[in-house]
């Protein structure tokens, strides 16, 4: 029997020519990144930030695979850490620390002030926020899509990301409160962390 005569004999078996099978092309999607449990979807960007540990270990905020700001970088402080994104092409416009308990206030709102509308606003807390916290502070974050920033007191942890000039309120947010009766460490609540994918600014 000539090989002809074989793949006749298999195609009759199977119902289908076995020349007119062709090969399917699998896409394997990216590892995902930030630390998350899956890959984002498309236009959608990861990110993943831990507030600091009482005032000893230092906030982390990672974007898109990238470790912007943390401990081991030696580029947090105390106060807010603050990390801002080009919404449309995930760009890092700029990223620092607002020293709440020693900077100027006025330096500090006119700074928050200046982030342009849609970009993607990270921020992770270090040691004490709320010294010199003002209402028109709190506000701005409000305009980004934070429900939690109102209660912030001393000493608690505040994780969030929102979106300058949005009407949507913030997934990613949470808040661990100072109290004596459920800090973990002393004088000082336990870290909080929160992440996920942030959609692009053509996605909103």
């Known amino acids: 029997m000539n090989s002809v005569d074989v793949l006749d004999k298999v195609k009759n078996s199977l119902g289908f020519d076995l020349m007119d099978v062709g090969l399917t092309t699998v896409t394997i999607p990216p590892p995902p990144k930030c630390n998350l449990s899956k890959s984002c979807p498309h236009n959608h960007f990861a990110?993943?930030?831990?507030?600091?540990?009482?005032?000893?270990?230092?906030?982390?905020?990672?974007?898109?695979?990238?470790?912007?700001?943390?401990?081991?970088?030696?580029?947090?402080?105390?106060?807010?850490?603050?990390?801002?994104?080009?919404?449309?092409?995930?760009?890092?416009?700029?990223?620092?620390?607002?020293?709440?308990?020693?900077?100027?206030?006025?330096?500090?709102?006119?700074?928050?002030?200046?982030?342009?509308?849609?970009?993607?606003?990270?921020?992770a807390s270090f040691d004490d926020m709320a010294t010199k916290l003002t209402d028109e502070m709190r506000e701005i974050f409000v305009g980004m899509g934070s429900t939690l920033i109102s209660s912030v007191n001393q000493r608690d942890n505040w994780v969030f990301a929102g979106r300058v000039g949005t009407s949507i309120k913030s997934r990613f947010e949470k808040l661990a409160v100072n109290d004596e009766n459920t800090n973990v460490f002393e004088g000082w609540p336990e870290m909080v962390e929160v992440g996920g994918c942030f959609p692009g600014t053509q996605m909103t």
């Open 47 to 123: 990110f993943g930030i831990a507030s600091g540990a009482a005032n000893v270990v230092g906030p982390k905020i990672c974007f898109d695979g990238r470790n912007i700001m943390s401990h081991v970088l030696n580029n947090v402080g105390p106060g807010l850490n603050v990390v801002v994104v080009n919404g449309e092409n995930g760009d890092i416009e700029k990223f620092g620390y607002l020293n709440i308990n020693a900077g100027n206030p006025e330096d500090i709102l006119t700074y928050l002030k200046e982030i342009q509308s849609d970009m993607i606003v990270l921020v």
